[in-house]
């Protein structure tokens, strides 16, 4: 069975740094390119961030450039996403997705909000 559970949101300042992870199993961890989405209320899904499947080529969506770092550790199956100096407008539930081919699999999100 296909699993990608993400964790680590919560509520932040503005400024302040979190880290997300994606603990996956049930599929081959080190051969997906790994992306990270994100959704606010009455948003559209935006990409993130995308890794690829050994970790050399890293993109970032021009709203996070500079700010957020992704990153996986191929022997943990597990994905992550720093990210530091964060903004109101960073709220969001944030999603994992792995891809190999036409093939994709979703995490369930973990919830985001950057407030004072």
């Known amino acids: 069975q296909v699993r990608l559970v993400e964790s680590g949101g919560g509520l932040v300042q503005p400024g302040g740094s979190l880290r997300l992870s994606c603990a996956t199993s049930g599929f081959t961890f080190n051969n997906h390119v790994m992306r990270w989405y994100r959704q606010a209320p009455g948003k559209e899904r935006e990409w993130v961030a995308y890794?690829?499947?050994?970790?050399?080529?890293?993109t970032y969506g021009d709203a996070v450039k500079g700010r957020f770092t992704i990153s996986r550790d191929n022997a943990k199956s597990t994905l992550y996403l720093q990210m530091d100096s964060l903004k109101p407008e960073d709220t969001a539930v944030y999603y994992c997705n792995a891809q190999y081919g036409s093939i994709e699999y979703w995490g369930q999100g973990t919830q985001v909000t950057v407030s004072s």
């Open positions: 890794l690829s499947s050994v970790g050399v080529v890293r």
